[in-house]
């Protein structure tokens, strides 16, 4: 089973700019979440989403948004990126929202790495 | 505030040696996970717990987790190079029913010499 695919792996952007990074989870996973990892911070938690609906909502900016598609792929737009949002950003996908914790185990992609200059 | 705390932050030892690696908190989690991440590479999914006191064993990976459900330790026995890498926890919080998202702590990062 193939795992979850990040798109694009590297990611150079200027001060200003927007961008949209894409994830598609494992097939049969209906649920995807979104981190941002970076050296001070760690991996902090960014949005989670189920059968299209946002369900968690980390404490990031409205600068950050996400959306997920009927066939559970979904991305994650920055506008007007800022110096600071230069990490690693993590995708991951779990079967389920519910049920027991083994349902909801998340399995990460490789990341972005977005570079902002 | 973290709300899980890893330590030790910085772990190096020789190969062979054993170690110990805590999470731990002052909330309750329904779950704690534990994964590894090699450099440029997302974290992988190591062990799921879910009851208090409950111990599962990977090969020289011992992981435990609280009997009060708030801390969790990861013991290797016998390091090896391959076992470098940045280890994390990250726990799920019960809100009345609902699953919170999953909290990371900040990560003990492993170096096995040969």
């Known amino acids: 089973k193939a795992g979850v695919t990040q798109t694009p792996r590297y990611l150079i952007k200027t001060r200003g700019q927007q961008v949209t990074l894409s994830c598609s989870p494992i097939?049969?996973?209906?649920?995807v979440s979104w981190y941002q990892q970076t050296p001070g911070q760690g991996l902090q938690f960014l949005f989670e989403?189920?059968?299209?609906?946002?369900?968690n909502k980390g404490n990031f900016p409205g600068r950050f948004s996400g959306r997920q598609f009927s066939n559970s792929r979904s991305e994650m737009n920055v506008s007007t990126l800022e110096l600071g949002d230069s990490a690693l950003y993590l995708c991951?996908?779990?079967?389920?929202?519910?049920?027991?914790?083994?349902?909801?185990?998340?399995?990460f992609g490789p990341g972005t790495r977005l570079t902002v200059t | 505030t973290q709300l899980l705390e890893q330590s030790p932050q910085f772990l190096s030892i020789q190969e062979g040696e054993n170690l110990t690696v805590y999470c731990n908190s002052s909330?309750?989690?329904?779950?704690l996970q534990w994964y590894r991440q090699e450099p440029g590479e997302g974290p992988v999914l190591l062990v799921t717990?879910?009851?208090?006191?409950e111990v599962k064993k990977l090969k020289r990976l011992t992981f435990q987790f609280g009997d009060a459900r708030k801390d969790s330790s990861l013991h290797i026995t016998a390091a090896q190079p391959g076992d470098t890498g940045l280890y994390l926890c990250?726990?799920?919080?019960?809100?009345?029913?609902?699953?919170?998202?999953?909290?990371f702590g900040k990560g003990t990062k492993l170096s096995v010499k040969p």
């Open positions: 991951a996908s779990s079967r389920s929202f519910t049920g027991t914790a083994y349902s909801y185990e998340q399995y």
């Open positions: 717990v879910v009851t208090g006191g």
């Open positions: 990250a726990g799920r919080k019960n809100y009345g029913g609902s699953q919170g998202n999953l909290i």
């Open positions: 909330s309750v989690f329904s779950s």
């Open positions: 989403y189920f059968s299209e609906t946002q369900r």
């Open positions: 097939s049969g996973h209906r649920s």
